[in-house]
């Protein structure tokens, strides 16, 4: 979803943390942005800060599970 919205908002630079090899839709599973019907494709930077960003979402959705 949010790579939709990054494609239609024109959005020049994407640059994120943590891979999301299960449900990822930029540089894995959907690949929003290589499917024909996008016309729009932003520079892509992933991995920046990879370890300290994979903490912090682990860490997050741990604390919401009971």
Do not use: W
């Not at 949010?2 to 090899?21: E, K, N, Q, S, T």
């Not at 299960?22 to 370890?51: K, L, M, Q, Y």
Request: glycine share 12%; hydrophobic share 40%; aromatic share 10%.
């Amino acid at each position: 979803m949010c790579a939709h919205a990054i494609g239609l908002f024109g959005v020049r630079r994407l640059i994120f943390g943590a891979y999301d090899p299960n449900g990822g839709g930029v540089e894995h599973d959907a690949r929003v942005f290589d499917a024909a019907s996008c016309h729009h494709r932003p520079d892509i930077v992933g991995g920046v800060r990879e370890t300290e960003s994979a903490r912090l979402l682990r860490d997050f959705f741990q604390a919401k599970r009971p």
